[in-house]
């Protein structure tokens, strides 16, 4: 079955630490892709990365970064030296390459960054 | 950002009426979606298309319908709206289908629907 699971349903943390969104994924699939989507409190969905499940090679775009560990069947964002506008609900997201056209959220994670 | 557009972005209608919410695209994409978002369901698929004139149904589209006469544009409706159908609706555009280096959804900026 296809699910992804983001098991924190909100956090809080004080600007400038660090902090890592979880991502666990099921799929019957070899061949599928990842995504990280940010919905900020003005309420449109930004897109911040795809991942295929051939590259397990980490990413890091400024003070963003992302762990793809298939062993584990996670996808995990981590956000260093937080910022207050960093403040969204984050969407991990899973298609499959047999299931065309379909990605399947997981419920978000809703992140306050405190001044 | 990707030229996708929704209309209205809001609307407060009551249940048994008719509703159409229009999605426009200006990126000449293949494909398009069409999820609802709710508070503790994350999104979810309701219909989306692969092209004019085909559409196929996601894992919600009980209630919905949809249509795509022209590229650019997709259409959801709701035969006669239920107050369960009150959600923000999110419309999607895709250049690829998912197994292809290109595949990525972009979102408008979401519709506010409420049935009373």
Known sequence: ???????????????????????????????????????????????????????????????YSWNFQKSTSSFNFTITASQVVDSAVYFCALSEAQRDDKIIFGKGTRLHILP | DAGITQSPRHKVTETGTPVTLRCHQTENHRYMYWYRQDPGHGLR???????????????????????????????????????????????????????????????????RLTVL
């Open chain 1, 1 to 63: 079955a296809q699910k992804v699971t983001q098991a924190q349903t909100e956090i809080s943390v004080v600007e400038k630490e660090d902090v890592t969104l979880d991502c666990v994924y099921e799929t019957r699939d070899t061949t599928y892709y990842l995504f990280w989507y940010k919905q900020p409190p003005s309420g449109e969905l930004v897109f911040l990365i795809r991942r295929n499940s051939f590259d397990e090679q980490n990413e890091i775009s400024g003070r």
């Open chain 2, 45 to 111: 698929l309701i219909h989306y298309s692969y092209g004019v004139k085909d559409t196929d149904k996601g894992e919600v589209s009980d209630g919905y319908s949809v249509s795509r006469s022209k590229t650019e544009d997709f259409l959801l409706t709701l035969e006669s709206a239920t107050s369960s159908q009150t959600s923000v609706y999110f419309c999607a555009i895709s250049e690829a289908p998912r197994f292809t280096s290109t595949d990525t959804q972009y979102f408008g900026p979401g519709t």
